[in-house]
């Protein structure tokens, strides 16, 4: 799992130098804010089908996949050359639990219901929220990653009488806040 995890981040920094995947160039910053900070939430995963919401250069997905080999997961961005760069890391680290899947939230028709959806501060929780319902199974569970404590997101009226909860996460070596908002669909 190490030597994939640090195949990824070679491969990201490769991809970054022409694409642009990440303003995190440096590769120790790259090891905190991306594969440390993803892996973060791995506890608080739950079921087997993982929908990675607005995956980007695919962080959390791909470190998440990495270690928790037994569930899949689906990558989600509507960006093509971020999606194209997934699907070569996939092949790459050989990870066949992972599906790629260029599309917008909006208009993504899945086959399948997700037992949890993870997020990285892609929008405000609310509306992810309200975006995520129809895809998410019951009981399931929505996570969103966010920084700083999001106070003013939580106070929404569209979030009263969520079964929230809000946990404060350490990431080794990162010195900025992250917290994670899980939403239970019960």
């Known amino acids: 799992q190490c030597d994939r995890l640090l195949g990824f981040l070679d491969l990201l920094q490769r991809w970054s130098r022409a694409y642009n995947l990440t303003a ?12 440390l900070d993803s892996l973060a939430v791995a506890p608080y995963l739950w079921g087997e089908s993982i929908l990675d919401l607005g995956t980007g250069a695919g962080l959390p997905g791909l470190p998440l ?10 990558l989600l961005d509507s960006n093509g050359k971020k999606v194209r760069f ?7 680290l050989r990870l066949p639990n992972v599906e790629p899947v260029q599309s917008r939230i909006e208009s993504y028709r899945p086959q399948r219901k997700f037992s949890t959806i993870v997020t990285r501060a892609v929008a405000c929780i609310a509306d ?6 129809p895809l998410l199974e019951s009981p399931g569970r929505l996570l969103v990653m966010k920084g700083r404590y999001p106070g003013d997101e939580l106070s929404h009226p569209a979030l009263a009488g969520s079964d929230l909860t809000v946990r404060s996460l350490r990431v080794p070596f990162l010195d900025g806040e992250r917290h994670l908002i899980e939403i239970r669909r019960d």
């Open 65 to 74: 996949a990495v270690v928790q080999p037994s569930r899949r997961f689906w």
């Open 86 to 92: 997934v699907r070569q890391a996939v092949l790459d």
């Open 24 to 35: 995190i160039r440096e590769p120790a910053a790259m090891v905190s804010h991306h594969l």
């Open 128 to 133: 992810l929220r309200a975006q995520t319902v």
